[in-house]
């Protein structure tokens, strides 16, 4: 009988032995499994927030509080005014990724009949359009309180697109790639109802709805039906121009610039304030890296307690194989002691002992692969579920941030790893079998019989 035919019996007879190595491997491999992926998933995580749209700034007009004559309060709101020169500008003083300037604007059209607000008419019905670059990067869509329902976003390469959202076009039968006119339109307040005061319309633009998105918000029949949410329009910056409410290439509503890495937000906007040709008498820089200082920080503090509960686990479980194989190899003393009175060369018997363990051990890494799969997504989605990045890139700017990847895409460990993890664990057993083993090996058989009678060993 070769060493492989004893190890197999041995493993068929001694099953309760054999079930405890089994699930102690098993328990082990899934701990260190799920420990590095979410390890691997959190330091993955930082390098992709880095990257996403939680570092921006914002340039905006100011207001100015003064007092009158009578020692009242004035509250003046200056209006923002930046050309598309001084955004080129702005674009060569630091990694800027992407650039949003946005136009405000109002619009009509014969084919939509706008959610009615308060002391709705025919002359009221008009809705807000936000015309910009990039569709994606409204922060509505940003703090996802809108997502994209369907179609695509608009992006810099448009022109003539839409946005609208779901309620306004099942109201109307629109549907994405309908295309309709838009005409111009001018609200003026009167009491608390909006009205239409552009008797004759000259200017129109042709569009296409690019897309439709659901919005997260209630409608309200006490606001006037221009200023209900669900009535506001996104549209690429050439409709506001045919509608002659913007000119080309300057920018009065407010330009969002967003960054490569947020740790370089202040040095960035340090370079942006000094550019003389910016009135920043009137205008502001408002920064936004909160939330990823914020994320960073729990990351950081998430990832070091993984890297010590990782330590932890490694160091115990290897030192628990270690005895627990050492215990098992000296159960077998006796065995040990017959086999080399049966002049069975001691390098058959070594093979044998460490046959037994590989065969277990193989058998509890392969299933124990399976279950770390769920355990890595239920502790990653349990630790790091609300950290999911919005990614900036063509794709998503497209097809929206909330089509950004999944926390259970940044825990998966590539093949290299998890073998790396396997052969370590593998290495450990070999060598605890090994050393128990030369322990008893190098004793003759009348000295293994004597430490048995005297219980020595």
Request: charged share 20%; glycine share 6%; aromatic share 8%.
């Amino acid at each position: 009988m070769n060493f492989v035919q004893r190890a197999m019996l041995y493993i068929s007879r001694k099953k309760g032995k054999t079930a405890s190595l089994f699930l102690v491997i098993f328990v082990v491999s899934v701990f260190l499994i799920s420990c590095f992926g979410v390890l691997n998933g959190s330091k993955r995580l930082s390098k992709d927030i880095r990257a996403s749209v939680g570092a921006a700034f914002y340039i905006r007009a100011n207001t100015q509080v003064s007092m009158n004559e009578d020692g009242q309060t004035e509250v003046k709101e200056n209006q923002i005014r930046i050309t598309q020169r001084e955004i080129d500008q702005i674009m060569g003083t630091g990694e800027i990724i992407y650039c949003n300037p946005v136009n405000y604007g109002f619009a009509r059209s014969d084919a939509i009949e706008f959610i009615a607000g308060k002391n709705h008419t025919e002359e009221s019905n008009m809705g807000k359009v936000t015309a910009l670059r990039f569709s994606a990067l409204a922060p509505q869509f940003i703090e996802k309180t809108a997502v994209l329902a369907e179609g695509t976003h608009i992006t810099d390469a448009d022109s003539g697109k839409i946005l609208i959202s779901k309620q306004l076009a099942d109201a109307n039968h629109l549907s994405v790639g309908d295309k309709l006119t838009l005409l111009p339109a001018k609200p003026e307040k009167a009491e608390i109802a909006y009205k239409d005061d552009q008797s004759l319309k000259t200017a129109y633009a042709k569009v296409e709805i690019s897309g439709i998105y659901q919005l997260d918000a209630e409608k309200s029949a006490n606001k006037p039906t221009v200023s209900i949410p669900h009535n506001e329009i996104y549209a690429s910056l050439d409709v506001l121009n045919a509608l002659q409410e913007s000119e080309p290439d300057i920018y009065t509503g407010e330009v969002d610039f967003f960054i490569a890495d947020p740790a370089e937000l202040h040095s960035i906007t340090g370079n942006v304030r000094a550019l003389q040709t910016i009135d920043w008498g009137v205008h502001l820089i408002r920064t936004n890296d909160f939330q990823y200082l914020k994320i960073a920080e729990r990351l950081s503090s998430m990832g070091d307690l993984v890297k010590i509960l990782l330590v932890l686990v490694s160091a115990v479980s290897a030192l628990f194989l270690i005895l627990l194989l050492t215990m098992r190899m000296r159960g077998r003393l006796q065995e040990a002691g017959v086999l080399l009175a049966a002049g069975i060369p001691k390098g058959q018997i070594a093979a044998g002992f460490l046959w037994e363990a590989l065969s277990v051990a193989l058998t509890a890494l392969v299933l124990s692969h399976i279950v770390s799969l769920g355990a890595i997504n239920f502790w990653g989605n349990s630790l790091l579920g609300e950290l999911s990045p919005n990614l900036l890139n063509d794709e998503t700017l497209r097809l929206g941030t909330n089509g950004a990847p999944q926390i259970h895409n940044y825990l998966k460990l590539n093949a290299m790893e998890t073998l790396l993890i396997y052969l370590c664990q593998i290495i450990v057993i070999m060598a605890s079998v090994f050393v128990s083993s030369i322990m008893i090996l190098r004793l003759k058989p009348k000295e293994i019989l004597s430490k048995m009678t005297t219980g020595g060993f």
